[in-house]
């Protein structure tokens, strides 16, 4: 973990200090929701030394903001704020994603809003009510968890996950995020490599790694 803190600090770096640290992190948040993630990190603490640092950038290396995307025809405003988009019966496949939001300047974003909307297993959105839709707030530190759903593919499109991004009091960022090795990511043109998360199998599901990097200015 030193060895990677002292490299240059990347999107892609910052992406791979995220893989390395929520995977406890998620397991605890979500084992104890009423907590969250501020309890997450307190638990943790015994897990594993490297869990704690935020790590810092270089003067001169600034990270490369996280690039917009089309908002697609089926964003719905007003959603509830949850960090689970999972409910009863819900089919697919869980999948946990997790990262930080930070700023250009490798400072994390406390009280980013994340607004995350998908499609279901099989590949339909929820354009009546909010299922699979909700919205929330990064922690003190930055850092965010999504339960959810790995979400089905439809025409047209390879795998995604719809999400704005948004610094309290700054512009609102529209992008999706992708997964890694889909078939579809090579005939999608909408697809952009820079927006594919870390994944990794989990016992019950998969874990997905992302961080957000927003541009911010003085009003
Ligand atoms: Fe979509």
Partial sequence: MEAILQTRLTRRTV?????????????AALSDRAAGIVLAQSTTAT???VLAPTPACADDDDLEATVPQTEGPFYTPDTPQRQSLLEPGMAGTKLVV?????????????????DFWQADDA???DNVGYRLRGHQFADDEGRFVLETVVPGLYTGRTRHIHVKAQAPNQPVLTTQLY???ELAN???GIFDPALVMDIEDAADGEVA???FVLS???A
């Fill in 47 to 49: 897990s594993s030394p």
């Fill in 186 to 188: 090579a005939t999608d």
């Fill in 98 to 114: 997790s990262g930080y939001v930070y700023d250009t300047a490798c400072q994390p974003i406390p009280g980013a809003l994340l």
């Fill in 15 to 27: 992406q791979k200090l995220a893989l390395a640290l929520p995977a406890p992190l998620v397991a």
């Fill in 179 to 181: 997964f890694p090795d």
């Fill in 123 to 125: 590949g339909v959105y």
């Fill in 209 to 211: 790694f992302f961080t």
């Fill in 216 to 218: 911010t200015s003085v």
